[in-house]
């Protein structure tokens, strides 16, 4: 049985190059798969919390430790990543390239490690530092440091500046794919060129030296108590990253609609679809003229007519104002300015965004 989940046809002499419409590809494959996974993680946290929250709280660190499972024994075994040896690739060291090492014969340790690193902890680490982007952002929107404190100047000057590293971080990779197209770079991305490596299609030779690997690991018996052990160890950590990558292998268009049925474009389809009925409005609305129409755009505070900050509901009629704009009308008049019902400050509620 041999672990490749694209097309097995050999390339000729002279056209192991991958296209970049492969190479790419390739890339894009796991990055559709972890939102898929996360969504379904989040189902299962939201159904049941006390025994599936966890999975929710660690999800990246969890995808983590099974992303090293699956890419380690992909590396040893077929000299690829899981999603390039989806697409009947593999890496082979960079050198003269005259001579090509079958993928059964693995890579250099420096290699190995390099591109296990590179395949994990970048994404994990880019993960991790927008997420902190996001929180600071939307810390930066409810501050209540003073203008002047130097840790607020700090992360101002930090969320300024993370466009432009992000910016050059993207362009970085669409100018090694632009001069791969051109035939002036070897590599797509960066990340190979770091790990000291290249993709070529796999071979006929290929082909039937992993046909052959793997019908000796399975007929090969162990007589001694360690090396028993060893290969009990070696086999439950293979059988693991066999199921995962069996798995992600069956399971991989299921989890690249769910990504694309959750995506942002289509939240808009979907809440229009599952959407509950809207409640009834106050009741003095309806009876009486409020002192303060409320504006057409839900996102503008109805008192001082500017896009809200530090958004704040009022507990006896639902409406939301800014904080500073409720708390004084509150704190002066007694009564919510919208629907007249009696109000006191005990009665604001601070709302928070789901990401907080």
């Known amino acids: 049985m041999v672990e490749v ?5 050999a390339a000729p002499a002279g056209a192991d190059r991958p296209s970049v419409f492969e190479a790419v590809a390739q890339d894009s494959l796991m990055a559709a798969v972890k939102p898929a996974l996360q969504h379904l993680v989040k189902v299962l946290a939201e159904s049941n919390p006390a025994r599936y929250g966890f999975l929710w ?7 983590v430790l099974l992303d090293v499972l699956l890419q380690q024994h992909y590396l040893g075994r077929c000299s690829a990543s899981f999603s390039e040896n989806f697409y009947s690739l593999k890496r ?15 890579l250099p340790k ?22 902190l982007v996001s929180s600071l952002r939307e810390e930066d929107e409810y501050s209540i440091h003073p203008p002047s404190s130097s840790w607020k100047r700090f992360y101002r000057a930090f969320l300024a500046a993370y466009p432009y590293v992000n910016m050059t971080w993207e362009g970085w990779f669409l100018i090694q794919q632009l001069c791969y197209i051109l035939g002036k770079a070897e590599h797509h991305s960066p990340m190979l060129k770091l790990a000291g ?25 162990t007589h001694s108590f360690t090396s028993r052990v060893q290969s009990a160890l070696r086999k439950a950590l293979s059988g693991i990253a066999f199921s995962l990558s069996t798995g992600l292998s069956v399971s991989v268009f299921f989890l690249q609609f769910l990504d694309w049925w959750y995506s942002s474009e289509n939240q808009e389809t979907i809440k229009s679809l599952t959407a509950l ?3 009834q409005p106050p009741v003095h609305l309806e009876q009486e003229p409020s002192p303060a129409p409320l504006p057409r755009l839900k996102s503008v505070c109805p008192l001082c007519r500017k896009v809200r900050v530090n958004a704040t509901a009022l507990a006896t ?40």
């Open 110 to 131: 420096r290699q190995h490690w390099k591109s296990l690193l590179l395949l994990v902890l970048v994404p994990y680490l880019k993960g991790k530092l927008e997420k």
């Open 5 to 9: 989940g694209a097309h097995l046809t």
């Open 197 to 221: 490596v290249r993709l070529v299609r796999l071979t006929a030779e290929d082909i039937q030296a992993l046909e052959k690997k793997w019908a000796e690991t399975t007929s090969n018996q």
């Open 92 to 106: 082979i060291p960079m050198g003269d390239g005259r001579r090509q090492p079958l993928a059964t014969a693995g």
């Open 277 to 279: 009925p809207t409640p």
């Open 57 to 63: 709280h660690w999800f990246d660190e969890i995808y």
């Open 317 to 356: 009629s639902g409406f939301v104002f800014c904080y500073r704009c409720a708390y004084s009308h509150v704190k002066a008049h007694q009564r919510c300015p919208l629907t007249g019902y009696p109000t006191e400050l005990q009665h604001l509620v601070k709302l928070y965004s789901p990401e907080s």
